[in-house]
């Protein structure tokens, strides 16, 4: 086992932890960054980026097409080609963090972290274990989507990181959460030609923004062709359908290909039981600094709670930094 130490230890590549990074790699303080996946998180890989994408391609298609975007005329695409173009996006985007880390003078291992306490580490890589010690760690593992007890993932029940990977579009998918992120997916996905309908469990689409601003969005869906299911919960999924309970007792039976559940994500603490953090709700708790209940124990980004944003997480980076 190779035995590593630094000033500074960053567990998750995402907005916070690569920013954070990069910071601190500036003001001259060792730092070590251990990144499961590649660099960018989230965001870079399978949120923001690829899903604005996605949506600028649909609207292309939905407009007037780009051949770039393998969108060879008005009403004719090849999405594997759509798809091919998005991940280009994305690994310029990935090489760039990558670049401007290795110019910061961050010292980057691609592997999964597992803490022994709060000042060690030990990270399986392709390349074997290594043993890190360090003075600082920032734990900045992020989120990942939340599933539901009667749709766990698999199949033909994805998760906006499967939606965004699809190889070929479905013909029908049924969208369970009408929140933006079900709602950018499945509107994209309609732009692109799929039959698509949304399951929301409360009374309106958006439910936690204003009504008068949603308003709009709802009347956006029926021009587009989508099917909306409000005050209904979905309660399985078997041989292409899926079955739903309205408010009134009601069943729906609904055919879809594909299942998108869209109905949140959940911060990943999975790995820390050996550290003694105090916690608040589900979440790691921090004081204004990004301090945790541990010395030198630092959190930042989604494990820390609401609002899960890039641009939060990458603030919080940086005042750690």
Request: proline fraction near 4%.
């Amino acid at each position: 086992m190779t035995e590593l130490s630094c000033k500074v230890l960053i567990i998750g590549g995402g907005p916070g932890g690569y920013v954070c990074a990069i910071k601190a790699g500036q003001l001259g303080l060792d730092t070590i960054l251990v990144e499961a996946e590649r660099v960018g998180g989230t965001c870079l890989n399978i949120g923001c980026i690829p899903s604005k994408a996605l949506i600028h391609a649909a609207e292309t298609f939905h407009a007037q097409g780009e051949e770039a975007m393998g969108i060879s005329g008005p009403r004719r695409l090849d999405y594997a080609k759509t798809i091919a173009w998005k991940d280009g996006i994305v690994s310029r985007l990935t090489t760039g963090v990558g670049a401007l880390l290795k110019k910061a003078g961050v010292r980057s291992l691609r592997g999964r972290a597992a803490l022994v306490d709060g000042k060690t580490a030990i990270v399986a890589a392709d390349t074997g274990e290594s043993r890190i010690r360090c003075e600082h760690l920032v734990i900045a593992t992020g989120s990942e989507p939340a599933a539901l007890p009667a749709l766990p993932f698999g199949g033909d029940v994805i998760s906006s990181t499967e939606a965004l990977g699809l190889r070929a579009l479905p013909r029908t998918l049924v969208v369970i959460g009408a929140g933006y992120i079900g709602l950018e997916l499945g509107m994209a996905f309609a732009k692109l030609g799929v039959a698509v309908t949304m399951v929301e469990a409360l009374d309106r689409v958006l439910p936690l923004y204003d009504a008068e601003l949603t308003a709009p969005v709802a009347r956006r869906l029926a021009e587009l062709g989508v099917k909306l299911h409000l005050n209904a919960r979905a309660q399985g999924f078997a041989e292409g359908e899926l079955r739903v309970t309205q408010a009134d007792g009601a069943d729906l039976k609904l055919q879809a290909d594909k299942v998108l559940v869209a109905v949140g994500r959940r911060p990943r603490t999975q790995g820390l039981e050996s550290l003694d953090l105090a916690m608040s709700g589900p979440y790691l708790r921090i004081d204004e600094r990004c301090a945790t209940s541990m010395r030198n124990v630092w959190a930042i980004g989604d494990i820390t709670g609401e609002p899960m944003l890039a641009h939060r997480a990458s603030a919080q980076g940086e005042r750690v930094a």
